[in-house]
């Protein structure tokens, strides 16, 4: 669907991209992080065809961005992290306004209709878009992207300013949508990036320092491994065994699950859950859960970013 080809870009003496490349298949949602001025606002700007590159290639869905940017736009969608909307306009009016901008051939008040209800701003389309709230401005935005049915979108933080329900509600709509759609989604939210993306790029630098499934980074790549045990005894009998394990580097305690039973989180250099076992059948302690832990995508990028990170799970 998209094929970034050996970006890059200079700003003055600044590279600001480094050889940037990857590429989604369609119907992939990815997740494109990096710290301030790692280059994803840079590389996302040229991926639209907002700015164009010193050197590199953006095809979209094989069309060439540089040699036919016309039909390549045709192709995105995009909501930046400010909704480029006009305040003075009702929302179904800016829809309109919009749909006869892009040119779209759909049948305008179906089209529009339908993409309302996906987003949920049915009950704004009569209601100035300067007396909206910032979420409802945030959706309509995406409405605006969505207008045409593009086969890419291009997502900058698209649950700002958002609350609690909005955020549930916009993640499992991206989640629907990228069955349709290819997606990418930059987000300063981790959290968010990991509940809803099923890759994940990382930025930094003007360089690509991690490109995997998401499940893969958070799962591997790191030097400790984590484990969830419970088990029934004496807790300070069951911390005693567990400290003394040897490739155990730390135990901590997480109190008491139920009556007599207690959770703790094993780190260790290697794989000790044999050794686990074995331990506490010895000492006559009931295992009642263990199971390794993922380490979060926090973790994990601020891993990437410092450099103490590789797939082959050692420090590099």
Do not use: W
């Not at 009702?90 to 209800?117: A, N, S, W």
Request: proline share 3%; hydrophobic share 35%.
């Amino acid at each position: 669907m998209i094929k970034v080809e050996n970006l890059t870009k200079y700003y003055g003496k600044h590279k600001a991209l480094d050889n940037v490349g990857f590429s989604l298949e369609e119907g992939e949602i990815l997740g494109f992080l990096g710290p301030n001025g790692a280059g994803k606002s840079t590389t996302m700007n040229i991926i639209t065809g907002y700015i164009s590159s010193d050197s590199g290639n953006v095809l979209i869905d094989g069309i060439d961005m540089l040699e036919n940017p016309t039909q390549a736009k045709k192709k995105i969608g995009y909501l930046p992290e400010i909704p480029p909307l006009y305040n003075d306009m009702t929302t179904g009016k800016y829809l309109e306004f919009m749909f006869d901008l892009k040119r779209v051939r759909l049948p305008k008040k179906e089209h529009i209709d339908e993409i309302c209800t996906m987003v949920k701003i049915s009950d704004a389309k009569d209601r100035i878009i300067k007396h909206l709230s910032k979420g409802y401005r945030q959706r309509i935005g995406l409405a605006q992207a969505l207008l045409g049915d593009p086969p890419l979108l291009i997502l900058d933080e698209p649950t700002a300013g958002l609350d609690p329900q909005q955020i549930i509600e916009m993640r499992k709509l991206i989640r629907q949508l990228g069955k349709k759609h290819t997606v990418i989604l930059s987000s300063h939210v981790l959290s968010e990036v990991q509940s809803v993306c099923d890759k994940i790029i990382v930025i930094n630098n003007g360089k690509i320092v991690a490109d995997d499934f998401t499940s893969k980074l958070t799962a591997s790549g790191r030097d400790t491994k984590r484990i969830r045990l419970v088990a029934e005894g004496r807790e300070k009998g069951i911390y005693g065994v567990l400290k003394n394990i040897d490739g155990v580097r730390d135990v901590v305690k997480n109190g008491e699950t139920e009556r007599g039973c207690y959770e703790f989180v094993i780190e260790s250099n290697t794989d000790v859950r044999r050794s686990v076992y074995r331990a506490l059948v010895k000492a006559d302690c009931s295992i009642l859960l263990m199971s390794p832990m993922e380490h979060s995508l926090e973790e994990t990028f601020l891993a990437i970013i410092s450099g103490k990170f590789n797939e082959n799970g050692g420090k590099s």
